[in-house]
Structures are given as structure tokens and as C-alpha cells.
């Protein structure tokens, strides 16, 4: 493989990235070619995850082009020299903070939202001024393709290209000194990722995932919360980084709740969810199998219905289950939601807090004060009250991990923020000079200290 990254260095040197009206031409291009290719992305998510085109729009095409529409709308604003405090020592002087691209980016989807988690973070490299290498999932092999279809058609390589293949074209990529990386994937993966750039002291955003916890308190509407979650857990089958992987409900309504989710699940898909046009499938075979083999020997209440050939598991149910199965130690990544029950809201805090730090936290509950409580007590990558994945579509919240969840966060401003190395500057005047920084010093410590105090801020 050539060295692309330094390639596309010389091309960044150039300056051709760097111009406003040069960033915002080759954003509206990227949308446009998205637009008129929507009917071959459409097809490709069906092929690779069974999406229905309402599902694929939704969570792929829409929430894509509604990122490049706010970079087009904000680049302006947020490329400008931002003019911060200068103390008095400076007395003449200015100080701003200016975002300059990185230069060359590597972006490493994954294979769950193949299309978005490669196009989005893209969206952000361009808006910043960087030139891009793209590595689509080789586990999604139709979205891969038409990715690499859109980029490699439609820009110059030297600018943004994408480069198909496997593990060891991931590893050739890594390899090479790129200025940022930005991987979306599982936690074992991000660290190697994490090891390969610290060889040439790359910054790294990992975009990761982990066991998010969601809590029914017995203060909250049951109806609501029943299909705002299971919405948040069976959309793309499961397959959802920030998808609710384990519930916590209130005793005093855990099965009222429990009949309601299973309503909710009848009211998405239908009284045969696995055979729902609308319901997603299962990546492939391997995963179809670590799925199966969690809900073996498991209680299950409802759903366990799975066909290897459509690669479908219906939506699962699991109550109880014990804290100690396979079932609660990894990301479940699939349509099983396991239920426990609780009387303290501190022993599920303190569950929580015993844990790897989770993207999200789910909390459905009408009482402010133990609201209040899960966000100021608990760590997580980002916090949803009364509904599920719905924070991760605001614009104005930077979406990212914290611990084994993640390092870094994107999603509008901290998209291009993300993709923008800060530069301080100080602008200082050259008429006079203040002689007590200058050897010989003839000030005591003590008089040091003061004017420094005075001076510094």
C-alpha cells in the first residue's frame, strides 16, 4: 500500500483545504452526490442489516445530511478568531484562539451504522479543512462499497479517498503517520487503534461503546417509557452502540412495566416481530451465534424465537437474570433486553458505579430530586432523561464516551471542533516593555509574587 497519509500531507500543504468557500463547495458536493445516490445506500443497508428505507433514512442518510447542512450553515462562525482575555502585562496586546485543520484524517467506521459513522465524521473533517482517508467496514460489505463509490468517483484522492479491505488493510492504515484518528468500533479494537497512534503521538478520537444501564423509577409514565425504550433498543435490531442493554425497574411496577414493553414491542412490529419488514437482522453469522448462546439457559419471558438463515432473533426478554451471567459481563449488541428489579435507587447507582463508565444512562422518572441524584452520582458518556437515544440527534451536545466508553466527542460544533487543532495566539505590542522580567532581577521574591498576582490577571 502506498503511503497515502503522506500523500495526502503534500496535497495539505498546498492550502487548497483551507478556504471557507472551498470547504462549504465541497460540502454542498458531498451532500448532493448523497441525495442522488440515496436509492443504491438505501439498498446496500438492506442487503447488510435488513434496514427498511424509513429506518435507513432515519438513522443513515438523514441524520448524515442534517450534520453537513449545519457545517454549511456554521462554518463561517465557527472558523473565526475567537478573542479571548489578555492580562495586564500584555497591556497593548491581544489574544485570540484560531481553529486550524490538522491536516490528513483518518476516519475507521464500524459496520452497525456503516453509512453515517463514516459520512458524518467525514462532514466534519471537510468543514475543519483537512484531507480525509476513509476506511468503511469490511463486515458490511454492500455500504462499504457504495462508500468507496461515492468518494473515489467524486473527489480527488489526494483530497478524501476511501480505501476498502480488511484487518490487514486496517492495520497497513495505522501504520502510517496520519495527523488525527477518529475510529468508531468495539473497546478491544479502539485499543489497539489507541497503541498503533501513540507510536507517532497521533491524537485519537475512540468512539466506543459498553453495557448502558437504563432505570424505570415508579414515578413516570409506564407507556412511554415501555416504547421509548424498547424503540431505543430494537431499532437496527439491537446493534446500537448507545442502545439500553440492561433495565432496572421499580418492584412496585415491574410488571405492569413488563406487559407494557411487550405491548410496545406488538405496537413496532407486530404480533410476529421477527418477520416484521421493518425489523432489522443480524450482521452475520458469528454474531447471530454469541447472540444465541446468551440467551441459552436463560429465563426468558418473552421472544428467544431465531432463524440462522434470515440471520433474525425476535426481541428477547430475560427476567430474571443474575448479575453474574454472561449475559451482564459484554456489550450485548443485540434485540435481548435483560430486566432486574429494585427497591434502592442507591444499590443501582452503586451497581452502576462498580462498572466500566457506560456511553449512556437511561433514566425514566418524574421525580426531580432522584433525577438530580443519577446524573450528579453516577459517570457516563451521556445522560437521556425519560427517553432513549434521542441526545445523541442534538446538534448542540457533543456525543462521546468517558473511560471504556470512549475518548473524545463529536456530533455539530464538537464535530468541527474535534477535527480543529485550538491555536493560541498572542499579538503583543512592541512600543514599551515591562523590565522586571529581565535579568539581573533587582526584586525580591516576595515583591515578584505580588506583581505577578497583579499582573497575570
Known sequence: MINIAETQRKFHKKGLTRGIDERVFQLRKLKNIILASQSDIYSALEKDLGKCQIESYMTEVGITINEIDFMIKNIKRLSKYKRVKTPFIFLGGSSFIVPEPYGTVLIIGPWNYPFQLVMLPLAGAIAAGNCAVVKPSELSPNVSNVITQIINENFEKEYIVSVEGGVETSEQLLSQKFDYIFYTGSTNVGRIVMEAAAKNLTPVTL???????????????????????????????????VAPDYLFVHKEIKDELIKRIISSIHELYG?????????????NERHFNRLVALINNQNIIYGGQHNIEELKISPTIIYPVSTDSKIMQD??????LPIMEYEDLNEVIEFINDRPKPLALYFFSNNKSNVKKVISSTSSGGVCI???????????LPFGGVGDSGIGNYHGVATFDTFSHKKSILKNQIAFDFKLKYPPYKVSVNLMKKVFKYLLN
Not at 453495557?211 to 446493534?239: F, H, Y
Not at 456489550?331 to 435481548?336: H, L, N, R, S
Open 271 to 283: 404480533s410476529d416481530p421477527i418477520n416484521s419488514e421493518q425489523y432489522s437482522k443480524i450482521i
Open 331 to 336: 456489550e450485548i449488541f443485540g434485540p435481548i
Open 207 to 241: 468512539e466506543l461503546g459498553g453495557k448502558s444501564p437504563c432505570i424505570v423509577d415508579k414515578e413516570t409514565n409506564l407507556d412511554n417509557a415501555a416504547k421509548r425504550i424498547m424503540w431505543g433498543k430494537l431499532i437496527n435490531c439491537g446493534q446500537t452502540c
Open 386 to 396: 425519560n427517553d432513549t437515544i434521542n441526545h445523541i440527534t442534538n446538534a448542540y
